[in-house]
C-alpha cells in the first residue's frame, strides 16, 4: 500500500519529490517481492487496482469546488439553478490538462464513449 502510496504521490510532484516518491515505491515492492516471491505479481496487481478504485470523497468535493469557485466569485448573490447547470456540463466536458486521466473528460471516463 505504502509503494502505491509514493507511486500516486510522484504523478503529481515535480521532478526532485517525484524521484524520491519513486525510490520509495521501488523500495517497498523490492521488500515485498522479497517477502511473497511467487505470490508477488498477481497480488500487487490486485492490490493497486483496488486501491486506484478507491474514490476519496474529499478530493472529490475539493476538485468540484475548485471548478465551482470562479464562477461563485463573479455572481452577486445566490446563483441560479440554470446558472449551475451550465457549471456542471462545463465540468463534465471539459478535458483534463495533466495526470493519468490526460485528455479525457469525465462525462467520457464515465460513459465509455468519446
Same mark, same amino acid.
Given at each position: 500500500?505504502?509503494?502505491?502510496?509514493?507511486?500516486h504521490?510522484?504523478?503529481?510532484?515535480?521532478?526532485?519529490?517525484? %524521484?524520491?516518491?519513486?525510490?520509495?515505491?521501488?523500495?517497498?515492492?523490492?521488500?515485498?517481492?522479497?517477502?511473497?516471491?511467487?505470490?508477488?505479481?498477481?497480488?500487487?496487481?490486485m492490490?493497486?487496482?483496488?486501491?486506484?478504485?478507491?474514490?476519496?470523497?474529499?478530493?472529490?468535493?475539493? %476538485?468540484?469546488?475548485?471548478?465551482? %469557485?470562479?464562477?461563485?466569485?463573479?455572481?452577486?448573490?445566490?446563483?441560479?439553478?440554470?446558472?449551475?447547470?451550465?457549471?456542471?456540463?462545463?465540468?463534465?466536458? %471539459?478535458?483534463?490538462?495533466?495526470?493519468k486521466?490526460?485528455?479525457?473528460?469525465?462525462?467520457?471516463?464515465?460513459?465509455?464513449?468519446?
Amino acid at each position: 500500500m505504502l509503494a502505491w502510496h509514493h507511486e500516486h504521490l510522484s504523478d503529481q510532484s515535480s521532478a526532485k519529490p517525484k %524521484r524520491s516518491h519513486q525510490q520509495e515505491s521501488q523500495q517497498g515492492l523490492d521488500v515485498t517481492e522479497g517477502l511473497l516471491e511467487n505470490q508477488f505479481e498477481p497480488l500487487q496487481a490486485m492490490v493497486f487496482e483496488k486501491l486506484d478504485a478507491i474514490v476519496h470523497a474529499s478530493s472529490l468535493v475539493e %476538485r468540484i469546488h475548485a471548478c465551482i %469557485r470562479p464562477s461563485l466569485q463573479s455572481s452577486k448573490g445566490p446563483i441560479t439553478q440554470e446558472t449551475f447547470n451550465l457549471i456542471m456540463v462545463y465540468h463534465h466536458h %471539459r478535458r483534463y490538462k495533466s495526470g493519468k486521466r490526460q485528455g479525457k473528460a469525465p462525462i467520457e471516463l464515465l460513459t465509455g464513449e468519446a
